[in-house]
């Protein structure tokens, strides 16, 4: 539960420490006091989006602190979430205590904090899902939408629905993929068709080349030696004879070859070795160069000897090229792109071949999830059927406790088993039908309920779902709105049972409702002509009764007013715990649990 909230420069809340109790807190003060400003701040612990324009005018930020007392084995999954999130929580006996706070700047920007540490609002968000249900006039909105009418069952539903929804939307998925598969290859074959056309000439011209890898570059090699075989082969025969002799120089004397210089070097150099032995490295080395001048000399005479000047191979190699120039204009800048194409092109033309086998398996396929589907549909249905029915019960129970004795609701599920109007939810249209009196017949909620009654439905299906699905904190900002007199007290006292099992929060303007509190909070509002502010306090004891009788009759002093707030105080005392004050855990005796 939240035990304390600390509010500084949060509309027109200065500053405020409020501290909350369990079971039933109600906040009350006149309209226009700031209440609204305390679920702001709560909203803001809940990770809810910052607005810049609820920060007090001439601060430059706005600033809420709160603190939680958890049940350290029933929110392990919170503690460890903030945990992970690197905030720092307290655990002593059993009990593990949580500070978030938000702060909000001026220009917007806005910062979350847990355990000390800076965390994502999302981190807050997650958090506060799992502590807190918050239910304003906007849920009551919100009850008269078949989509928010269905996600109510199925949380009434629990694991009973949701593992039938889960496997449902398996199958739903499955179908709707396999589906749009099939309609895209149905309605793209004529054109897949003609794309297997184009490629399978591409891939014809290709073949009846049958280039090789890198071929391209070995025909231009080529190209150059025979266009330029007589330039070449003088050349390099030249060469040849500078490194061994011959007679390419036509007998005339340009001096020594290479080889026999180096022989003659060599030779002299050993004689030298005789005086010093040193000269040997020389002598080495000399000799690696007489090796490589000999390797270079074989090199170039079998170079020589290839080189013939061919017109036939040099027409032949100048068609070859020309042939593969005219592939590379077509499928890519050089031969190996140009293969790499052409096991692209097999590969898409065999794909596209398989399109009719293809279209067979997705057939089947299409059948047997739209049959699994449907089975699906059905099971999920009925369960949500089963859920209406509990769900149905109950609610017309509480609503009875909130002086509508006659009224009935029925959670009407109705289903299309159809899988072309199916959805991601299933086949169910969910409809909320009440009944206001015997004979009145029944209408949609939204239509045959008036503000007073929609409340009391919304309060009645929390205080049902509050059992099925708990958290340890339930929120409610004026959801007594247009109810008054004995339904007023009813409400209170609905309220009140609610917070047995968990701390409920509540923003009023009732005193009936108010009367029932274990802990009465007042926002009041002041001005000194210039600026206006609010303060917070708790109230008790005559405060309590002064700030009741405002509330019942807006006079100050009215004795009338105070006897009459005397007698809501005993009516609810009976239904206050007995130790909730000493033990900060509620225990009612023999009275009577929520079902």
Do not use: C
Request: aromatic fraction near 4%; glycine fraction near 10%; charged fraction near 25%.
């Amino acid at each position: 539960m939240i035990t304390r909230l600390q509010i500084r420069g949060l509309g027109v809340i200065d500053e405020a420490v409020i501290p909350f109790a369990p079971g039933l807190t109600v906040v009350t003060g006149e309209t226009g006091a700031g209440k609204t400003m305390v679920l702001t701040g709560l909203a803001l612990l809940a990770g809810a989006k910052a607005d810049a324009g609820t920060v007090r005018r001439g601060n430059e930020a706005a600033s809420v602190d709160g603190e939680w007392l958890l049940d350290a084995d029933v929110s392990a999954g919170v503690i460890e979430r903030l945990a992970d999130a690197g905030a720092e929580v307290e655990v002593d006996r059993g009990q593990a205590q949580v500070l978030m706070a938000r702060v909000v700047a001026s220009e917007g920007r806005s910062r979350a904090f847990a355990g000390g540490r800076t965390v994502p609002a999302t981190v807050l968000q997650e958090v506060a899902s799992e502590l807190v249900a918050v239910h304003g006039q906007a849920d009551q909105v919100r009850l008269r939408q078949p989509e928010r009418q269905r996600k109510l069952l199925d949380r009434f539903g629990g694991e009973f629905v949701t593992r039938a929804r889960e496997a449902y939307r398996e199958t739903f998925n499955e179908w709707r993929a396999s589906s749009a598969e099939l309609a895209d290859l149905v309605a793209t074959r004529s054109a897949r068709d003609r794309e297997a056309a184009l490629l399978t000439v591409g891939i014809q011209e290709i073949e009846a080349l049958s280039p090789e890898p890198g071929e391209d570059v070995d025909l231009d090699r080529q190209a150059a030696r025979l266009s330029h075989a007589g330039t070449l082969l003088g050349d390099v025969m030249e060469a040849h004879d500078a490194l061994v002799g011959g007679e390419s120089d036509g007998g005339s004397n340009r001096g020594p070859e290479a080889m026999a210089s180096v022989a003659r070097a060599i030779r002299a150099v050993e004689r030298a070795i005789v005086v010093d032995p040193a000269l040997g490295a020389v002598r080495d080395r000399l000799r690696d160069i007489a090796s490589l001048l000999s390797d270079a000399a074989a090199d170039l005479s079998g170079y020589g000897s290839e080189i013939e000047a061919d017109p036939r191979r040099q027409a032949w190699v100048e068609e070859r090229r020309s042939a593969l120039t005219g592939l590379r204009r077509r499928y890519g800048s050089t031969i190996d792109d140009v293969l790499a194409w052409l096991e692209q092109a097999r590969e898409a033309v065999q794909g596209i071949s398989g399109d009719d086998e293809r279209v067979e398996l997705l057939q089947r396929q299409v059948e047997l999830l739209r049959q699994e589907l449907v089975e699906r549909a059905r099971n999920l249905s009925a369960r949500r059927a089963e859920a209406g029915r509990r769900l149905s019960g109950l609610v017309t129970r509480e609503m009875h406790e909130l002086a509508m004795p006659e009224a009935t609701i029925d959670v009407r599920v109705s289903s299309v088993f159809d899988p072309e109007q199916f959805g991601p939810s299933g086949a169910d249209e969910v409809e909320f039908l009440l009944e206001p009196h015997a004979g009145a017949g029944f209408r949609p909620v939204g239509r045959g309920a008036s503000g007073g009654e929609l409340s009391r439905v919304m309060l009645a299906i929390e205080v049902v779902l509050a059992g099925a699905d708990p958290v340890p904190t339930f929120i409610f900002d004026e959801v007594d709105a247009g109810i008054g007199g004995r339904a007023a007290v009813e409400v209170g006292r609905r309220l009140a049972r609610l917070a047995r099992t968990a701390q409920v929060l509540v923003v009023t303007h009732l005193p009936q409702v108010a009367a029932f509190a274990d802990s009465h909070v007042v926002v009041t509002k002041t001005a000194d002509g210039f600026v206006t502010a609010s303060s917070v306090r708790v109230v008790e004891g005559d405060n309590r009764v002064t700030e009741l009788v405002r509330m019942l009759s807006g006079l100050d002093g009215s004795s009338a007013g105070a006897a009459h707030a005397q007698e809501l105080l005993a009516v609810a005392a009976q239904e206050r715990p007995i130790d909730i004050a000493t033990t900060g855990r509620a225990s009612w005796g023999t009275g009577e649990l929520l079902h």
